[in-house]
C-alpha cells in the first residue's frame, strides 16, 4: 500500500486546522492545498488497529465507493517511519452542515436541500453492492457532512469522518448520537457490539438521521429526552399538523416492532408547520 512518509520536523512545520467542534480521535494538519493529513491521537493498541483495518479497506475500495460523496482515507501517513494517521482530500472553503442549519441568513428550502442530501448519501451507502449490509457511516451527525462553501448552492454534499464507518470485519466507533442516548439500550433492533458500542446497521443510520431533523426542527436537543417525553413531542407534532408520514418516521424510532425508515422524501413538508414545531412551544403546552 502506498503511503506518505514525514520526518518530525516537517510534521511540526505543519499548519493545523482548528473547528468549533471537538474531535475525539484526531488532528487535522494541511499537507497541501489538496490533502489534509489526520494525525491519530491513538497510534498502537487494539482501537489503533481496528482504524488501521478500517482505513485498509477503504483504501483498497476507493474505486468502489468514490462515487458515494465520501470524503475517503487516500493513503497512510507514517511520521519517522511510524504510522500515526492518513491523508485525505481537502475542500478548503468548505462549510460543515451544522454552521448552514444554524445560519439563520439562510433560506429554510436550502437547509431542507440538504438535509434531503444526507438521506441520499446513508442510501447510497448501504447499497454498494459488495458490501450490502455491511457498511454505514455510523457516526452520522450534522458536523460530519460538509458542503463547498465557494459555491455552495451548485455543489453537492460530502460525508466526512469516514474512518468511523462500519465497514467489512471492523469493530463500531463512537456515533456522538447513539453513545449519548439513553434509551435505544433498550429495544432490540439496537445491538452491542463485542466493543460494547450499539453495532451500525440501517436502523440506526436512519436512527441519527431522523434525531438529526427532529433537532433542526425543534431547536432543541431531542436525542437527550426520555422516551416518554420523546413520545409526548412526537405527539404533538402531529396534534399541530406536521406532515403524518414524516411523523411515522419519527415514531418508529422506539418503536420495538418497527424497522426504521428513511424520512428524506417527507422533508419538502418541513416549512408548513416549522415554527409551532419549536420545543420551547411544545413545553408551553405542558
Same mark, same amino acid.
Given at each position: 500500500?502506498?503511503a506518505i512518509?514525514?520526518?518530525?520536523e ?6 493545523q486546522?482548528?473547528f468549533p467542534?471537538?474531535?475525539t480521535?484526531g488532528?487535522?494538519?494541511?499537507l497541501?492545498?489538496?490533502l ?9 493498541g487494539e ?6 483495518l478500517?482505513?485498509?479497506t477503504l483504501?483498497d ?7 458515494n ?6 493513503k ?5 517511519k511510524?504510522v500515526v ?5 481537502y ?5 460543515s452542515l ?5 445560519d439563520?441568513?439562510i ?11 444526507v438521506?441520499?448519501?446513508?442510501? %447510497?451507502?448501504?447499497?454498494? *453492492? =459488495? &458490501?450490502? +449490509? ?9 458536523? /460530519?457532512?460538509?458542503i463547498d462553501s ?6 453537492d454534499?460530502?460525508a ?10 471492523n469493530?463500531?466507533f463512537?456515533?456522538?448520537?447513539l453513545?449519548?442516548n439513553?434509551?435505544?439500550?433498550e429495544?432490540?433492533k439496537?445491538k452491542l ?6 453495532e451500525?446497521?440501517?436502523n440506526?443510520?436512519?436512527?441519527c ?5 427532529l ?5 432543541f436537543n431531542i %436525542?437527550?429526552?426520555s422516551e *416518554? =417525553? &420523546?413520545? +409526548?413531542?412526537i ?7 406536521? /406532515?403524518?408520514?414524516l411523523v ?19 422533508l419538502?413538508?418541513i ?7 419549536d420545543?420551547g ?6
Amino acid at each position: 500500500m502506498k503511503a506518505i512518509t514525514l520526518t518530525k520536523e516537517k510534521f511540526s512545520s505543519l499548519h493545523q486546522l482548528y473547528f468549533p467542534y471537538l474531535n475525539t480521535e484526531g488532528r487535522l494538519f494541511v499537507l497541501n492545498d489538496n490533502l489534509l493529513f489526520k494525525r491519530l491521537y491513538r497510534d498502537e493498541g487494539e482501537v489503533f488497529g481496528n482504524k488501521l483495518l478500517t482505513l485498509n479497506t477503504l483504501i483498497d475500495n476507493r474505486e468502489i465507493l468514490n462515487d458515494n460523496n465520501l470524503i475517503l482515507p487516500e493513503k497512510i501517513v507514517l511520521v519517522d517511519k511510524k504510522v500515526v494517521g492518513f491523508s485525505m482530500p481537502y475542500i478548503k472553503d468548505n462549510i460543515s452542515l451544522m454552521v448552514l442549519l444554524d445560519d439563520k441568513g439562510i433560506a429554510l428550502e436550502e437547509k431542507v436541500k440538504y438535509l434531503k442530501k444526507v438521506g441520499n448519501i446513508l442510501e %447510497n451507502v448501504q447499497n454498494v *453492492s =459488495k &458490501f450490502k +449490509d455491511n457498511f454505514f457511516l455510523g457516526d452520522v451527525q450534522p458536523t /460530519n457532512f460538509v458542503i463547498d462553501s465557494k459555491n455552495f448552492k451548485l455543489n453537492d454534499l460530502y460525508a466526512v469522518d469516514v474512518d468511523s464507518c462500519r465497514i467489512g470485519d471492523n469493530l463500531p466507533f463512537p456515533s456522538h448520537i447513539l453513545t449519548t442516548n439513553f434509551n435505544i439500550r433498550e429495544h432490540k433492533k439496537y445491538k452491542l457490539s463485542k466493543n460494547g458500542l450499539i453495532e451500525p446497521n440501517a436502523n440506526t443510520e436512519w436512527f441519527c438521521y431522523n434525531i438529526m431533523i427532529l433537532n433542526f426542527i425543534s431547536k432543541f436537543n431531542i %436525542n437527550s429526552l426520555s422516551e *416518554s =417525553k &420523546f413520545n +409526548d413531542y412526537i405527539q404533538y407534532l402531529e396534534d399541530i399538523g406536521l /406532515n403524518k408520514d414524516l411523523v411515522n418516521c419519527f415514531s418508529k424510532l422506539y418503536s420495538k416492532d418497527e424497522n426504521n425508515i428513511n424520512p428524506r422524501d417527507m422533508l419538502d413538508s418541513i416549512g408548513e408547520n416549522i415554527d409551532k414545531a419549536d420545543y420551547g412551544e411544545f413545553r408551553k403546552k405542558l
